[in-house]
Structures are given as C-alpha cells and as structure tokens.
C-alpha cells in the first residue's frame, strides 16, 4: 500500500485561514498520517520521515507541533479515545433496548475507527510499544470500556439472550453476566475480531463484532444463529 | 519494582564469573542468551522496548555490545529468539497435558492450565510474546502460537462437545484473542504471578464461545 499525502492539504497561499487554523489542520493531517503509517508498516516501522512525508508538512512543523513520534502518537490515542468514549456514552444513553443499545455503540464505534483508516491498529496494536505513558492510556482505555461492557452485559434483557443461554445475572459456578474478567475477554474477542479485519482492509460487519461480545452472556452457534 | 529486581538479579545469578570456568561454548553461549532475553524484557520494562538501546540491552545482560551482535545480530533478533524460546517450551507443554486428559473438557483444561503455567514460570518472555511482539498479521507471537497450539483443541469442541456446527475460524479467532487479553493485562501490569487464577475464566469463556454457556457450566467449577 502507498502513503498517500493527506488530501486536506492547504495550499501555500491564499487560504485566509489564521495560524490557529492553519496548526490545527497540521495537527490533524499528521494524527492521521500516524494512524496510516503505523497500519502500513506497524510501529517501528513508522518514522517521523515516514509520517510528516505522508502528512505533507515539514520536519520542522513536526517538532514545532510534537516533540516526539510517541507525543503524537499519545495525541493521535488521546483524539480517537474521545471520539470513542463519546461514541459509547451516546449509544449507552439512547433509547431502545440493551440489545439494540449494544448494536449501536458497537455500531458508532465502527464508524469511528473507518472515518480514520489505520486508528484500528494505532489504538489497539501499536499503543503498548511506544512507551509506558501509551501503554498506560491502552490499558486504562481498555479497563474503562470492558467496565462499560460489563454493565452493558449486565443489562440485557432475557430476550436477547440465546434460548439455551443460562440463567440472568449468575450462574452455578460462579460466572455472571457481569463479571469483570469474562467482560475484559469479551472486548478481547471484539478487537481480535476488529484487528483480523482490518489487516484483511475490510470493515468488520457489526454483527460480527456484536457475536464476540456477546459470548459471556449467550453464547454462539454458527449453525443455529445467523452466522458469518 | 520487585518483577525488575528480580530479573536483574536472575541475570547476575546466570552470569558467569571470569576466568577458567570448565564450561563448553554452548554452555556459555547458552549464558549469555539467556541473560540477553531477561536484559530485553527489563529495558522493555524500564525504558520501553523502542527506547532501549542496545548498549543498554548488553549492560543489562552483562555481556559486550559485540556479544549481542553475534548472537543475534540486532535488538529485534533477540526479541525474535525470546519468543522462540517462551513458546518453544509451549508446545511439548500443551501436547502433554492435551494428551493426558480423557475428553475434550480435560484436554482444554490441560491445554489452558499448561499455558499459564509456562506464562507464570517465564513471565518474562511471555510478556515479549505477548505485550512487546506486534506484527503486522494483527496478532503478535503469543496469539499466533496460541491459535497454532490451541485452535484444534478448541474446535475439538465443537465436534466433541455437542454443539450444533463446526468451529467457523471467526470463533476460533474471538476465543484466542478473549484468551490472549487477560493474559496479556497481567504480565503488562506485572500480575503475572496470579495468572493461574485466570483458569476457570478461560475455560467457561472457551466452551461459551463454542458450545453456549450451559455446556461451559457442566464443566467449570
């Protein structure tokens, strides 16, 4: 794949846009160009040669801006964390029931990651390599959203379960529908299958997404229930 | 950090003193590789695997800089031998225990508790599989050996267990990365020692995701 330049490139001259614009435009340019590099060539093989040539700015604009690669990295996950957590807390609040609610923020979180190609790999592969602080964020972002999850799985109703699902809320042997641990492999689940699709380069399908965070709550036949 | 004082003082335990020694090359050799894995992991820990030099690799494993570029040629080919090595015990581990238990829900435990296992006892190494290594492929080397390892005794599951249909590679591919996560969380917040807790989680998420809960019930206590 190539890097192609970041078509929201300004023109020399004559934009009439103020220096704020202009900075935040540079900024945007170069969030996107990490996620694209990184996507290509992971992590390490993302240098800021790499990122600023598929960004279209200059090596002195870049560390104007950034300090570092992994200060833009921590601004790129900084950026698509929001758009994400907002994401989530407008599906979680919207009406419908937890089914539906469930569809939707997985829904909105999809189309988070396609508005910006390669975010996927950025947020979920690359983030636990480029230092402590990145992986800091990675895994609180991950104990926020499995935390999410579990009141998500916690509030389905019955009739979205599958029929021979075990009983609400808990079970013999001590595995509820709300447990932390089963909540964290569920999102697990929903990213390996997110991450096996982008590197593929196609969109997952939400349902498929939906299936894997499901699992704790209902299970899931390939041949009894709609299947991929 | 008790997990990096630990690993510094595993390398200064492994090291071996100057002079006659009566120890062949591949012994030595075999020194010397093994403090580099455990010097990677801890300059991974300290500075960051992107962050650490290879000056720093070396000191840390108390060997010279050229030392490291003969064994290995570079700091990703020690990363690449740590890996082989962790999951290069993996493997005979998981068949043992896979092949000793009677039925499929014996195999998974066997298979499941044979990997936390070798993750507790080289937390180290397993950390570089599973939180340092990323590929390209969208799953790094832990998640690749474990669906190598694994996948077919999860799919036993759905052939064995009684659950309607075959394991699609979808599921196979949601179970490894469930089971990979927590794992995962733990050796990079250094909780590896209470990894084997993770047992009956693994196991009711695995035949959950294959077989529904109520099968994942009969088996997990």
């Known amino acids: 794949m190539s890097e192609a330049p970041e078509p929201d490139k300004l023109p020399r001259a004559g934009h009439g846009l103020s220096p704020d614009q202009v900075r935040a435009n540079q900024e945007q340019r170069l969030i996107s160009a990490i996620c694209r590099v990184v996507a290509e060539r992971g992590y390490r093989g993302a240098s800021v040669s790499r990122i600023i040539g598929s960004a279209g700015v200059s090596r002195s604009t870049f560390y104007e801006l950034f300090e570092s690669r992994s200060a833009l990295l921590l601004a790129a996950r900084a950026r698509l964390e929001r758009r994400l957590d907002t994401a989530i807390e407008a599906a979680a609040a919207a009406a419908g029931s937890g089914d539906e609610r469930l569809h939707g923020a997985v829904s909105a979180c999809l189309a988070v990651l396609t508005d910006e190609p390669g975010s996927t790999e950025l947020l979920f592969g690359a983030s636990r390599l480029a230092g402590p602080e990145a992986a800091g964020m990675h895994d609180e972002a991950m104990a926020r959203w499995s935390l999410q999850l579990r009141r998500c799985l916690a509030g389905l109703e019955p009739k979205d379960r599958a029929p021979d699902a075990a009983a609400p809320g808990a079970s013999r042997s001590g595995h509820a529908r709300g447990d932390d641990q089963l909540a964290r492999m569920a999102l697990g689940a929903g990213v390996a299958v997110v991450r096996?699709?982008?590197?593929?380069?196609?969109?997952?399908?939400?349902?498929?997404?939906?299936?894997?965070?499901?699992?704790?709550?209902?299970?899931?036949?390939?041949?009894t229930r709609a299947g991929p | 950090?008790?997990?990096?004082?630990?690993?510094?003082?595993?390398?200064?335990?492994?090291?071996?003193?100057?002079?006659?020694?009566?120890?062949?090359?591949?012994?030595?050799?075999?020194?010397?590789?093994?403090r580099l894995y455990l010097a990677l992991a801890l300059a991974a820990r300290n500075e960051g695997y992107e962050v650490a030099s290879v000056e720093k690799i070396a000191a840390y494993a108390l060997v010279s800089k050229t030392t490291l570029y003969?064994?290995?040629?570079?700091?990703?080919?020690?990363?690449?031998?740590?890996?082989?090595?962790?999951?290069?015990?993996?493997a005979p581990a998981i068949e043992a225990a896979s092949e000793e238990g009677h039925g499929w829900p014996d195999r998974l435990r066997g298979g499941l508790e044979a990997v936390l296992d070798r993750v507790a006892a080289e937390s180290e190494l397993a950390r570089l599989a599973f939180v340092e290594d990323r590929s390209l492929t969208g799953l790094n080397a832990g998640e690749t050996a474990l669906e190598a390892l694994l996948g077919t005794l999860f799919d036993s599951i759905a052939v064995d267990g009684g659950a309607a249909g075959t394991g699609a590679g979808l599921i196979r591919r949601l179970a490894i990365g469930g089971v990979c996560a927590p794992i995962a969380d733990r050796l990079a917040a250094g909780r590896d020692a209470d990894v084997g807790d993770l047992l009956p989680s693994l196991q009711y998420f695995v035949i959950t995701a294959y077989a529904g809960p109520d099968r994942a019930l009969e088996f997990v206590t």
């Open chain 2, 1 to 34: 950090m008790i997990v990096t004082e630990e690993t510094a003082a595993e390398i200064e335990r492994l090291t071996i003193p100057e002079g006659r020694t009566g120890l062949s090359p591949e012994q030595v050799r075999a020194s010397q590789e093994r």
């Open chain 1, 196 to 223: 096996g699709a982008a590197v593929r380069g196609r969109r997952p399908e939400a349902d498929e997404v939906v299936r894997a965070l499901l699992i704790p709550v209902a299970g899931y036949r390939p041949s």
């Open chain 2, 70 to 90: 003969q064994l290995f040629g570079c700091k990703e080919g020690v990363l690449r031998g740590a890996v082989e090595e962790f999951v290069g015990g993996l």
